[in-house]
């Protein structure tokens, strides 16, 4: 019954940007740190940020730190990453998870959705 659509994904040239969102459903929203992770081909899937229950914590990859920001909206049940100054390495399908807090947040809760890709090509 929990649900985690990630949208927003797309072709984009190295230098510009994207925002991600995560609609979450079927669980207390609120009560969970969530995460987004990116899975590029022949990769493992990898953590790329985190943001507490309240939103007042957040931690980043060093790979996307400065360029990367994971917000959540818990009125909307949405968790948001706004990615700037892409580049190629950057592309992967990107997934959301729900977590029990965000700093070293342990195992992803729930399965994983369908993902949304993000090509950064010129």
């Known amino acids: 019954q929990v649900q985690l659509v990630e949208s927003g994904g797309g072709l984009v040239q190295p230098g510009g940007s994207l925002r991600l969102s995560c609609a979450a459903s079927?669980?207390?929203?609120?009560?969970?740190?969530m995460s987004w992770y990116r899975q590029a081909p022949g990769k493992a899937r990898e953590l790329v940020a985190s943001i507490s229950a309240t939103g007042g914590f957040t931690n980043y990859a060093d790979s996307v730190k400065d360029r990367f920001t994971i917000s959540r909206d818990n009125a909307q049940n949405t968790a948001y990453l706004q990615m700037n100054s892409l580049k190629p390495e950057d592309t992967a399908v990107y997934y959301c998870?729900?977590?029990?807090?965000?700093?070293?947040?342990?195992?992803?809760?729930?399965?994983w959705g369908q993902g949304t890709q993000v090509t950064v090509s010129s």
């Open positions: 998870n729900a977590n029990r807090r965000a700093g070293t947040p342990g195992p992803a809760l729930y399965s």
């Open positions: 079927g669980f207390t929203f609120s009560s969970y740190a």
